[in-house]
């Protein structure tokens, strides 16, 4: 049944100082509400547990994307939209703006923010495994200071993140190091849009002669959080492209992920598809 909204609170800061001062004098009580792509079905379900938020949409100190020699950062406010329009992310950061453009329909896409996508911490999210796989930083604020931390790591459980009540993520970082590199994304699921994905892999990796270097695997929906595959990449770095390797990296995936059966899938189909995307992408680089 529908929420009743007089029961909720919303406040619109006027700056992010104001923002954090809520939040810390408050702690628990208020949590951000950014595009409420996420939190308006919970509304809409009557499943909206929290009841006070702080209207963050508005907070300029939380939207942009910059670009300097070495990195590219994006406000937490950054949305799917501002993702597929930016030519340094069409150019060198290609999965990101495909999961972006994979990413609901339009409205959505006008609407929804990566720093959204991230704290509501779906393992079936789309953005993350591009995240992942570009060696994402993310930066997180408080009224004690600032803190930046590599993504991988932010998610510790189903849900669950480091991030206190009081804090808010701010920017997201990436390094400009991909060039050369080639990039495969695929989200695989019911449909061709509008679906919840069963399985969705972003990977890249660059080649010194016939040997592959600089791999990096990241899967969504294979576990109870986004992973970055490591011991597959160890399986496949310095290796040639041969159908020994990609034997040997599939089989090591096997063992890394953690697919579960639920509404959307089965733990078998996701384990085969993920060895048939590892494989295709294997292909892929081999072509
Ligand atoms: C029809 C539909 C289709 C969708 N399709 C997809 C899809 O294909 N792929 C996909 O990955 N997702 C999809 N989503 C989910 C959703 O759109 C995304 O997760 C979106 O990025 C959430 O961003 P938001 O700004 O709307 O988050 P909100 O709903 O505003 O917030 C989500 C959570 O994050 C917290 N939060 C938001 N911003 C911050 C911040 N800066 N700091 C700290 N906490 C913060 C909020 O408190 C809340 O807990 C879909 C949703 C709908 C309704």
Redo the contacts with the bound molecule.
Sequence with gaps: MRAFVPNYEITTPSSLADALALLNRERGVW???????????LLEAGKLPHRNYVN?WGLKE?RGIEANDTHITLG??TT?TDVQSHPILQSEFPMLCHAAS????LA?QN???????I??A?P????PPALLAYDAEIEIVSTDGSRRQPYQGFHTGYKQML?APN????RIRMPRNTRNATHYYRKVGTRKA????KVCLAALAKLEGDQISDVRIAFGSVAPIVVRCVQTENALRAQKLDDETIKSACATLSKEISPIDDIRSTADYRLRVAKNLLTDFFLTLRA
């Design positions: 949590k951000p509400f950014a595009g409420g792509t996420d939190l308006m079905v963050i939380l937490a406010l799917y994979e990413t609901g329909g959505i609407r929804g923010t990566l720093g959204g996508n704290v509501n779906s079936a999210a789309d953005s991030l804090e808010l993520l701010t509008q679906a919840i994905s």
